[in-house]
């Protein structure tokens, strides 16, 4: 709701209603997926993370 509300000004709209969508469906935090979808709109392949839950997720790759 806060996407479509004239009240706040989002930056990125489509990079944080994906984030979400990540977010509803897999393991991690939201601001590891905003982190992530933000990365990959900057061109980035992946985005390192030290957040175990996020092992299966293609975007990432977890750090020893």
Known sequence: M???????EIDQKDVV???VN???QGK???A???IGGINRSHG???TATSDRSLK????FEVLD
């Open 2 to 8: 806060m996407l479509i509300t004239r009240q706040f």
């Open 56 to 59: 299966d997720a293609p975007a």
């Open 32 to 34: 590891d997926y905003l």
């Open 17 to 19: 209603r994906h984030a």
């Open 44 to 46: 980035c392949n992946l």
């Open 22 to 24: 990540d977010y509803s």
């Open 28 to 30: 991690g935090d939201f």
